[in-house]
């Protein structure tokens, strides 16, 4: 069956999201919730959005679409590219491995 394979951030950069994305809390219930904004969005049988993570030293960080290789569907890789330049990307060995 064919459909879309969202493969996501890689490793590093849900690393750096762990440590520097800014989360609010409900002050109620102190859940933690994500402040993100809806920048973009990329499609293959489904439509999928791209999001900016505020941080929390006041830059941000887009989701990109870095790669989207066909394995009986598309599989989709995101990048994350902070407002200072920095990018977290997968690796063209680790796109190879898990496609």
Same mark, same amino acid.
């Given at each position: 069956m064919r459909c879309d394979q969202p493969l996501g951030l890689p490793p590093t950069a849900e690393d750096f999201l762990r440590v520097y994305e800014y989360i609010d809390c409900c002050p109620t219930c102190k859940r933690p919730i994500p402040q993100l904004e809806i920048i973009g969005?990329?499609?293959g049988f489904n439509s999928h959005p791209l999001? =900016?993570?505020p941080l929390r @030293?006041? =830059?941000w960080a887009d989701e990109v679409l870095q790669a989207n290789p066909?394995?009986?569907?598309p599989v989709f890789f995101l990048s994350l590219?902070?407002?200072d330049g920095?990018?977290?990307c997968?690796?063209? @060995?680790?796109i190879a491995e898990r496609i």
């Amino acid at each position: 069956m064919r459909c879309d394979q969202p493969l996501g951030l890689p490793p590093t950069a849900e690393d750096f999201l762990r440590v520097y994305e800014y989360i609010d809390c409900c002050p109620t219930c102190k859940r933690p919730i994500p402040q993100l904004e809806i920048i973009g969005k990329y499609s293959g049988f489904n439509s999928h959005p791209l999001y =900016r993570h505020p941080l929390r @030293d006041g =830059r941000w960080a887009d989701e990109v679409l870095q790669a989207n290789p066909w394995s009986s569907g598309p599989v989709f890789f995101l990048s994350l590219q902070v407002s200072d330049g920095q990018q977290f990307c997968w690796s063209e @060995d680790e796109i190879a491995e898990r496609i």
